[in-house]
C-alpha cells in the first residue's frame, strides 16, 4: 500500500498550489480520502474529505471557500486545489485513505509533503 504525495512547495500569500495524491495497492476507489495537515502549533487536523461517490463531505471552516478536494479513480489520485493562501496554512500535508466496514477498518496515510506560505 503507498500513498504518494506532491506538490508542496513554497508560495507567496495569496498564492495557489495544487497537491496530488497518488495511491497504489488497495482499491481506491472502495475507500475514502482526506487530507490532513499537521504543524507542531497545532498537531495533525483534518482538511477536507470527500467520499466514495466524490461528494466532499467535510471542509474544516478555516479553509472553506478556498481549498477543494477531488479524485480520480480512473487513476488512483486525490488532489487538494488550495487558493488564496496564507501563512496559517503552512504545514505538513497527509493524504489519508480510510475504509469502514461493519466490523473493520482500515485506513493508510502518505509520507506527507510540505506547504510553506510566506513572503
Known amino acids: 500500500v503507498r500513498l504518494v504525495e506532491s506538490g508542496g512547495s513554497l508560495v507567496q500569500p495569496g498564492g495557489s498550489l495544487r497537491l496530488s495524491c497518488a495511491a497504489s495497492?488497495?482499491?481506491?476507489?472502495?475507500?475514502?480520502m482526506s487530507w490532513y495537515r499537521q504543524t507542531p502549533e497545532k498537531g495533525r487536523e483534518l482538511v477536507t474529505t470527500i467520499n466514495t461517490d466524490g461528494i466532499t463531505t467535510t471542509t474544516a471552516e478555516a479553509v472553506k471557500g478556498r481549498f477543494a478536494i477531488s479524485r480520480d479513480n480512473a487513476k488512483n489520485t486525490v488532489d487538494l486545489q488550495m487558493n488564496s493562501l496564507k501563512p496559517e496554512d503552512t504545514a505538513v500535508y497527509y493524504c489519508h485513505a480510510e475504509w469502514v466496514g461493519h466490523v473493520r477498518r482500515y485506513d493508510h496515510w502518505g509520507q506527507g509533503t510540505q506547504v510553506t506560505v510566506s513572503s
Open positions: 495497492g488497495f482499491t481506491f476507489s472502495s475507500y475514502n
